[in-house]
């Protein structure tokens, strides 16, 4: 499997992925939204998009579907309940599908509500597993649940499904915020020396070749695993003191969204 992370360098900060097969020559177009891209990156490599994923229904992910439709002919893989709210989807997808690029390339589909309830999240297959998570995992942070979503049903997701997947795993993201959420960490857990150290680098990082975490390093420096923390609680409950000296998981991670909507 070959991934390339395109930087769209718009106000959005998105980032749209190619995931190819190495034999055919076959690749997998997940959120193109910067069609124009995506389109040239795929001619550059000598590939030919066969299918686009979109994670969700929010025009920064679909919005370059009919562009890259009318190009290349691709199908349109979705959630089964957004085909609604996607025109051009084709392909209804839920827990469980397999997407399959050319000979070598498997990618696992995770429901993964929160963001929005018609969110897919897939994962390859391999022996160094990759997680492509849109608006669900961010680099150091979480997705935000304002049009569409359920903060409740986010916890869930991190819980049940992100939180119990290898700790390898790459993490691609859909968008650049690792910056702004690694404040976010150290205003939550100020003495969180790993996010203290990665801060200055990102900031300076080369966008067009973005650092890549892993699982065990969002378990570090990204705050809403960090649900047991002394540090984060103490924190917590200095801006919410009706809280319990020691809250549940599920309240912490609720008052850490709260806060992250209006920080």
């Known amino acids: 499997m070959i ?10 900060r998105n980032f749209n992925y190619l995931v190819a097969c190495s034999e055919t020559g076959e690749a997998l177009a997940i959120d193109p939204l910067d069609h124009e891209k995506c389109l040239s990156r795929a001619k550059a490599r000598g590939w030919t998009i066969t299918r686009i994923l979109n994670t969700h229904e929010h025009r920064d992910h679909t919005g ?7 190009a290349t002919g691709a199908k349109v893989l979705a959630h089964a309940n957004a085909k609604d709210r996607i025109p051009e989807m084709t392909e209804g997808l839920r827990a469980g599908d397999v997407i399959k690029i050319g000979r070598t390339v498997e990618l696992e589909c995770l429901d993964t509500p929160g963001h929005t309830m018609s969110h897919i999240c897939v994962m390859s297959r391999g022996d160094t597993p990759a997680l492509f998570c849109g608006d669900t995992l961010f680099n150091a942070g979480a997705g935000n649940c304002h049009n569409g979503g359920h903060p409740d049903e986010l916890y869930n997701t991190f819980v ?9 795993t790459l993490i691609y993201p859909g968008h650049d915020y690792i910056a ?4 976010f960490t150290l205003d939550r857990e100020p003495d969180n020396a790993r996010a203290k150290a990665l801060l200055p680098q990102v900031e300076q990082q080369d966008t067009n070749r973005p650092l890549v975490t892993t699982l065990a390093l969002e378990r570090e420096i990204n705050t ?3 649900l047991t923390s002394p540090t984060v609680i103490r924190q917590l409950r200095a801006v919410f003191p009706d809280l319990p000296e020691n ?6 991670f609720l008052k850490l969204r709260e806060l992250r909507n209006k920080w």
């Open 3 to 12: 991934v390339e992370q395109i930087w769209t360098a718009n106000s959005g």
């Open 224 to 226: 809403f695993f960090r």
């Open 64 to 70: 370059g579907n009919a562009q890259m439709v009318a």
């Open 180 to 183: 702004r959420n690694l404040g």
């Open 160 to 168: 049940n499904q992100l939180a119990r997947l290898p700790e390898n």
């Open 247 to 252: 809250p549940d998981a599920r309240t912490v």
